[in-house]
Nanobody
Framework: QVQLVESGGGLVQPGGSMRLSCAANGRTFSSGTTAWFRRAPGKEREFVLGIRWGSSSPTHADAVKGRFTISRDNTRSTVFLQMDSLRPEDTAVYYC????????????????????WGQGTQVTVSS
């Protein structure tokens, strides 16, 4: 059974940085599509960024472009979300999602297209 487990959330001041991890049990991040989503209080889940492994570059939501990046470790068992220049509006529960297929760009931003999800980790940006 595939499990995704996020970690690394917490409290950070505006302008600070934080790195989230997503560890996979039962699969690796060698192929398919991986993405990060978030849900802020009182709001719907939204796409943050995603990547189709083997593609040239990830796809970012406009709100995080230039501030957030995605990477993976050499074993391809863990994916990271590096978040820089954090803002209070980045406060949310962050979720890692993965799918075995390489989603086309029009489907990559829609969480309904991902089969595997983590439990989420809280990120709070506040002074």
């Amino acid at each position: 059974q595939v499990q995704l487990v996020e970690s690394g959330g917490g409290l950070v001041q505006p302008g600070g940085s934080m790195r989230l991890s997503c560890a996979a049990n039962g699969r690796t991040f060698s192929s398919g599509t991986t993405a990060w989503f978030r849900r802020a209080p009182g709001k719907e889940r939204e796409f943050v960024l995603g990547i189709r492994w083997g593609s040239s570059s990830p796809t970012h939501a406009d709100a995080v472009k230039g501030r957030f990046t995605i990477s993976r470790d050499n074993t391809r068992s863990t994916v990271f979300l590096q978040m820089d220049s954090l803002r209070p509006e980045d406060t949310a529960v962050y979720y890692c999602a993965a799918d075995d297929s390489r989603l086309i760009l029009s489907r990559l931003r829609d969480g309904e297209n991902y089969h595997f999800w983590g439990q989420g980790t809280q990120v709070t940006v506040s002074s």
